[in-house]
Nanobody, 122 residues
Framework: VQLQASGGGLVQSGGSLRLSCAASGRTFSSYHMGWFRQAPGKEREFVAAVGRFGSLYYVDSAKGRFAISRDNAKNTVYLQIDKLKPEDTAVYLC?????????????????WGQGTQVTVSS
């Protein structure tokens, strides 16, 4: 599966963004879909995931401000981010995985998009 992320940009603190990740292929619904982010000089970290059957997973710091969703008819996963903070600044990457369980570890995800930059100004 090939992934194409979009929707990033420069936004002021407190603003909102909706990131999109479009996937190619006919078996999108069989994949877990996730969002990770990587800030300069930091490790890639898990943000959110939606399982193939719709279960939702979030890193604790994302609960309440981040919302992940998927549209299997459009082969697209979304990440809505509200009340953005400067510390949310990072490259946001979408990923797909067909393992049995959803993992919060980036190394276990098989497919990655190129990332979209989110920059939050204070």
């Amino acid at each position: 599966v090939q992934l194409q992320a979009s929707g990033g940009g420069l936004v002021q603190s407190g603003g909102s963004l909706r990131l999109s990740c479009a996937a190619s292929g006919r078996t999108f619904s069989s994949y877990h879909m996730g969002w990770f982010r990587q800030a300069p000089g930091k490790e890639r970290e898990f943000v959110a995931a939606v399982g193939r059957f719709g279960s939702l997973y979030y890193v604790d710091s994302a609960k309440g401000r981040f919302a992940i969703s998927r549209d299997n008819a459009k082969n697209t996963v979304y990440l809505q981010i509200d009340k953005l903070k400067p510390e949310d600044t990072a490259v946001y990457l979408c990923a797909a995985d067909d393992e049995r369980m959803v993992s919060r570890t980036s190394q276990t995800w098989d497919y990655w998009g190129q990332g979209t930059q989110v920059t939050v100004s204070s």
